[in-house]
């Protein structure tokens, strides 16, 4: 029909109607053409967290359609980097789970005193804070001279952060309570120097750590692994992607090595979640049985 213009077929279900609808399409597009660009997957990142993200940095950006936020952010590498920051969704804290750490010194530290040395991966690391967590845990422990820990995340802005393992003191002194809850043997104050407003954790557990990018949608394994930590991430994950993690997560552990994952994630899109056992009820701690 001359003049006039259709949509297609398949399309016109879902495009016809609300705005809503009309906007999932722009974020499709926003979606591919991130990838496009600057390689980064976002495709498989559950579409409600997503969502929120895509508002909040076009907040940020004060911009007021998605696609004029894919035009800013297509031409503007440094507006990539902040959409990163904000659909990573950085928040971490020292001791996130001090249950989990606990079970960690009570279960997985005695399994790591066998072996000569180990290694260790945090997938999805953010600014850092749980890789020191972990850092101290070891060295209260003696294991961290003979321990790597590799710390990982999307964002390069974020691995800046942790890498100098500096955090304001007033933040890390409110870590305290959670240390304590998860075993700590003395006080978090042991681990770090105090420079004006900053709390700058020690250099010795800096020496055990390497911090590198790594994209859990594109990436593969990298080594074995004693113990990997990957948690509050899955979250953002749609079940074709978590499952995809999982398999990462599985092939990169020995037989016998642990999986720690946060309080509201699970095994349920792990397609070897019959070949782990929970170690503690209620703890999402899991122990690879087989290979
Ligand atoms: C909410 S933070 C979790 C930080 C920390 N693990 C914790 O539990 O406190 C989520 C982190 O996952 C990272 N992330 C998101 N997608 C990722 C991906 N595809 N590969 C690697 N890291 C990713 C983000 O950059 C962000 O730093």
Redesign the pocket.
Request: hydrophobic content about 40%; charged content about 15%; glycine content about 10%.
């Given at each position: 029909m001359a003049g006039s213009v259709t949509r297609s077929e398949g399309a016109a279900l879902r495009l016809e109607g609300t705005g809503t609808e009309l906007e999932e399409v722009e974020i499709r597009l926003l979606l591919d053409g991130i990838r496009l660009c600057y390689g980064?997957?976002f495709r498989e990142?559950a579409l409600s967290p997503l969502r929120r993200a895509v508002m909040t940095a076009m907040t940020q950006e004060k911009v007021r359609t998605v696609s004029a936020f894919q035009d800013r952010i297509l031409h503007d590498a440094a507006c990539m980097q902040r959409f990163?920051?904000v659909?990573?969704?950085?928040?971490?804290?020292m001791f996130?789970?001090p249950e989990l750490v606990h079970t960690l010194r009570d279960e997985v530290i005695p399994l790591l005193r066998t072996y000569p040395s180990s290694r260790i991966w945090?997938?999805?690391?953010?600014?850092g804070?749980?890789v020191y967590s972990l850092a101290v845990l070891l060295q209260e422990e003696g294991l961290l001279t003979r321990s790597t820990i590799y710390a990982?995340?999307?964002?390069e802005d974020?691995l800046a952060v942790a890498r100098l393992g500096s955090y304001p003191l007033d933040r890390v002194r409110r870590y305290d309570e959670s240390y304590q809850a998860s075993g700590g043997r003395g006080s978090l104050a042991d681990h770090y120097s105090v420079a004006g407003r900053s709390a700058r954790f020690h250099s010795a557990l800096q020496h055990s750590i390497v911090f590198s990018r790594?994209?859990?949608?594109?990436?593969g394994s990298f080594n074995d692994f004693h113990l990997i930590?990957?948690?509050?991430?899955l979250?953002?994950?749609r079940s074709s992607?978590q499952e995809r993690?999982h398999r990462l997560f599985y092939d990169s552990l020995i037989r016998g090595g642990y999986l720690a994952l946060?309080k509201r994630e699970s095994l349920l899109y792990c397609p070897d979640r019959d070949h782990y056992q929970q170690v503690r009820e209620g703890v999402n701690l899991f122990r690879k049985m087989r290979w």
């Open positions: 980064y997957d990142y990163l920051g659909v990573g969704v950085n928040v971490t804290t996130r789970d945090i997938a999805g690391c953010a600014t804070e749980e990982t995340d999307l964002n974020m790594h994209n859990l949608v594109t990436d930590v990957c948690a509050n991430v979250i953002y994950f992607l993690a946060g």
